[in-house]
């Protein structure tokens, strides 16, 4: 469904990312882990549009999508999260996710207040009866779950989630684990997560960056008999 090939990126003098290759099949959730600063969000990045790669390129559905503004890759069906929220704050829940819907989008922001919507998103995501509670009125874990529930509202064929965990408690993390399994159900999914026992526990493939390299590829199980990543700690 999606692959890229042989990324290269750098800004100035320091190589982020070196011949990075990384493939996701439709239907399942992948992975992407690693230390900080192994390259992981800047992938991302490349992978939906924020930056250009130096060289290497981005396919989707057999399109290629290299250096496409981020804008236009959404509207072939790729959506994202991210791992600094990205909320309108002053604006609620609703209208938060009315703003990324295509009708909103195609028609422009004078459509937000007379366009209903669905507001069933809201309750996918676990913020029933929160329609109308401004963003920035809302408690973390629920301002973590309105982001992907804009991400959703897109209806992407292909979700990226950057660090859904970030910030979150036991009990934040074991909620967004039980939507993202929802979630695979009926998407394709592909997540970086900073939380190795979240991510074994839901992906069905992981790729390991270290150095802004992909080091280890495989199965959790695979990834847990890897030698190198046994001693690095990051397997769990």
Known sequence: MFEAKHLHKRFGAHVVLEDVSLSFEAGRLSGIMGPNGAGKTTCFNLLTGRYAPDRGSVRFEGRDITGLPPRAIARLGISRSFQVMNLFDDYTALDNVLVATPEVRERGFSMLGRFKGESDILGRVGLAGKEHVRAKDLSYGDRRALEIGVALAARPKLLFLDEPTAGLGTEGTARIAALITQLKRTLTVVMIEHDMKFLFGLADFIYVMHWGQVIAQGTPA????????????LAC
Do not use: G, K, M, Y
């Open 222 to 233: 695979e990834l847990r008999a890897n030698p190198w990543v046994q001693r690095s700690s």
